[in-house]
């Protein structure tokens, strides 16, 4: 099993930063993918940034510019580091982690942190 904790969430006001993190243990062989996702209320959860094995990142257009995404590799740990952030980025962040578990198969595994809520408000 790999489990993730989540932390970092809270009440901002526009323009302010938050940062969120992410650690990953278990039965973890390797990592190959760690990202953030964000579901606001009655909308469609979507990808806000993701890094690979080689550090290559992507983001969402909208956040492009404002949010960075970090790992620690020691610590099995990712961040998302939310500067100048507005009422739209209001939502529920999940962190998601893909990889190979330390099994006698070497099976894949896709875990999901519990979510954390970031709302910004004046």
């Known amino acids: 099993q790999v489990q993730l904790v989540e932390s970092g969430g809270g009440l901002v006001q526009p323009g302010g930063s938050l940062r969120l993190s992410c650690a990953a243990s278990?039965?973890?062989?390797?990592?190959?993918?760690m990202g953030w996702y964000r579901q606001a209320p009655g909308q469609q959860r979507e990808l806000v940034a993701a890094i690979i094995s080689g550090g290559r990142t992507n983001y969402a257009d909208s956040v492009k510019g404002r949010f960075t995404i970090s790992r620690d590799n020691a610590r099995n740990t990712v961040y998302l580091q939310m500067n100048s952030l507005k009422p739209e980025d209001t939502a529920v962040y999940y962190c998601?982690?893909?990889?190979?578990?330390?099994?006698?198969?070497?099976?894949?595994?896709?875990?999901w942190g519990q979510g954390t809520q970031v709302t910004v408000s004046s």
């Open positions: 278990g039965s973890i062989l390797s990592i190959n993918a």
């Open positions: 998601n982690v893909r990889g190979t578990e330390r099994t006698r198969y070497y099976s894949q595994y896709d875990a």
